[in-house]
């Protein structure tokens, strides 16, 4: 267990280093960089790169997705998760989501992607736009006020300098709804690696697994057109897009009975 003095003097060095950052060339700080990766690599890569769940489905199957929009009481969280659920969002991006984003003429909005850090245009739903429109209608003064943020925070009980809704902040209302569906259920128990801390239940639904939902319902309704499904996931290598399509087990059953029909 790390010791209140080892926190002091970690302290103490991330002070230093952030001291000498500013004076250091691009070349040395990417040598710096490369070191610290290196090491990271060293201790921590490979140890999850394998899915625990293997073949559980990690995305939300239509009933459950259903059961989890009916105990939803907000119409703000209602929106914020639609945008995962119906275009794949990650949580980061959908909390950011600025009606200065979206082009009210022709449904489009703009993605500030996570991972590959460009900029990306979807068409929103039409189902998903209505809702977007009646909810920015009706919730315009404070939208206004967050400088344009559909999600807005709420300032009384929040003293961060950002005007939307924070992602772990979301997650926990996720989660609370979850449980509400009687949806909750954990798979496995995590691995920690940092001394102290005790190992965590793994839950089958996350956040992201609307995420998961929504690329997967994209791949079916496309025949599994795999470079299509990778850019309605902003995904850089479809490769990538695979890990998230998911197939229940009745289909994969199905389908080895069909392929493998001939009867000796």
Same mark, same amino acid.
């Given at each position: 267990m790390i010791d209140r003095f080892a926190i002091i003097e970690l302290e103490r060095e991330k002070e230093i280093v952030i001291d000498l950052l500013p004076r250091l060339g691009k070349h040395k700080i990417e040598e710096f960089q490369r070191v610290i990766s290196k090491?990271?690599?060293?201790?921590?890569?490979? &140890?999850?790169?394998?899915? &625990?769940?293997?073949?559980?489905?990690?995305g939300f199957t239509e009933e459950k997705l259903q059961a989890f929009f009916l105990t939803i009481d907000k119409p703000k969280y209602k929106l914020l998760f639609g945008f995962m659920a119906y275009l794949g969002l990650r949580i980061g991006?959908?909390?950011?989501?600025?009606?200065?984003?979206?082009?009210?003429?022709?449904?489009? #909005?703009? #993605?500030?992607?996570? &991972?590959t850090k460009v900029l990306d245009l979807l068409i929103i739903p039409l189902f998903l736009y209505q809702q977007t429109e009646e909810y920015a209608k009706e919730n315009k003064q404070k939208i206004d006020e967050a400088q344009g943020y559909l999600?807005?925070?709420?300032?009384?009980?929040? &003293?961060?300098?950002?005007?939307?809704?924070?992602?772990?902040?979301?997650?926990?209302?996720?989660?609370?709804?979850?449980?509400?569906?009687?949806?909750?259920?954990?798979?496995?128990?995590?691995?920690?690696?940092?001394?102290?801390?005790?190992?965590?239940? /793994?839950? /089958?639904?996350?956040?992201?697994?609307?995420?998961?939902?929504? #690329?997967?319902?994209?791949?079916?309704?496309?025949?599994?057109?795999?470079?299509?499904?990778?850019?309605?996931?902003?995904?850089?290598?479809?490769s990538t897009t695979k890990i998230y399509i998911h197939f229940e087990k009745d289909e994969l059953y199905r389908e080895i009975d069909n392929t493998f029909s001939k009867k000796y």
């Open positions: 090491h990271y690599v060293k201790r921590f890569a490979g &140890k999850r790169r394998i899915p &625990k769940y293997g073949g559980l489905n990690k991006e959908a909390v950011k989501v600025n009606v200065k984003d979206i082009d009210w003429q022709t449904r489009e #909005i703009r #993605i500030r992607s996570e &991972k999600f807005f925070q709420d300032r009384r009980f929040s &003293k961060r300098q950002e005007l939307y809704l924070e992602s772990d902040y979301v997650r926990r209302i996720f989660r609370d709804y979850v449980v509400r569906a009687q949806l909750d259920e954990t798979y496995d128990t995590s691995e920690e690696s940092i001394d102290g801390r005790k190992n965590r239940n /793994l839950h /089958l639904l996350s956040s992201h697994s609307l995420r998961h939902y929504a #690329i997967t319902q994209f791949a079916r309704q496309t025949n599994g057109n795999l470079l299509l499904t990778a850019r309605f996931a902003r995904h850089i290598e479809p």
